[in-house]
């Protein structure tokens, strides 16, 4: 089979089994790019690879969001990323079929584990983000996810790497990204205050002589302490994400460390969260705990149209703040009930959510009221 037939039937397959965008990087479109960009890293001698989005179930993001169900989109989510896995291990089958060695890089959880990295330090083999905004299954928006036109963020990712001389796509027109970086729901989506808040704190990428911007990330700790679930609350009090913990956020980062490691011994003894969990090795080797998924905010109000964008915020904003109940369930409730609770709860179990008053008093936190 000639290149562009080739090319056009990992394409179909992507498509064919659910991807919503599908694209195309070669060695030279990724020429430049940072080492997450390097081929040769999963497979030596490869030439090209195959990216694509699959999109999440919106209608359980909208019940995840809205705090009505956490499980649905635990399910979905957890699913959607093995399929990824499986239609990237699929098309790399089939172009192997054809004589060229292929390998389907999983979606999620598999880090570099070599000379310069371990696992801990969380760098991926190939970063699917790269690949996909250089081969136009999307763009970068603000918070440096992958926005798809028709499903905005919140997608999953995976990739197939070959040594087939697939045939490269382009980059979307610039011009029709719909994240025009100004209201930035992901930012105030964020209870860690991962992302940077102005357009001054740009990072860049250039690949294959196209430049792509996204806001520079904070410490990567800060998304670990609420995406991992240590801590939920927002800084306003005002709502929370899954997670039932309601430790401060530092305002600077090498204050982090303080607050996470206390934060972590007492998410660590809570009672496991009803609804599922995520199967992280690297969590679960340190803790002896499974992750439950309890935000991704960022990615979930990131809908193509700034009126679901601003609504899914207001949605999540308004959605309630959650309690833990000693059989693990949870309870969502209204900011002041939620802080009535945990005042009549016995000091032994209230330490598994929140720290005592006055523990981070040397410490700037951001803003709480609850
Ligand atoms: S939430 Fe808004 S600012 Fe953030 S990436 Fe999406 S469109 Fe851009
Ligand atoms: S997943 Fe949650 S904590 Fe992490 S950056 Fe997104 S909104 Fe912030």
Redesign the pocket.
Known sequence: MDSAALTAKAKEIATDYGACAVGVTTVETLAGGPPSTDLEYVLPGARSAVTFALPLDQEKIEDFIGKRDRKAHQQDYSRTNTMATGIAAQIAAYIAHFGHDSVGVLSNEVYRNDEEYQPRHMRPDISHRLLAVRGGVGWFGF?GNVLTPDFGAMVSLATAVTTAELEPTEPLPAAENFCKCEEME?VS????A??HEGKKDMASVTMGGVEFTYAKRRNYN??????AGYSGLHPSGKWS?WAPGRFPIPKKDENLRDVVVDAVQAWSRQPKLEGGVLHQPLVYAATGKDVNLT?????LVCAPTSEERQRRLKTLQTSGVVVQNPDGSIDVTSPEEAKQRLAEMEPERRALYEPEAGSYDDIDVYGRSG
């Open positions: 918070s992901c989506a964020c209870p860690a991962f992302l800060r998304c670990g302490f609420v995406c994400t935000c991704g905010s960022c990615m």
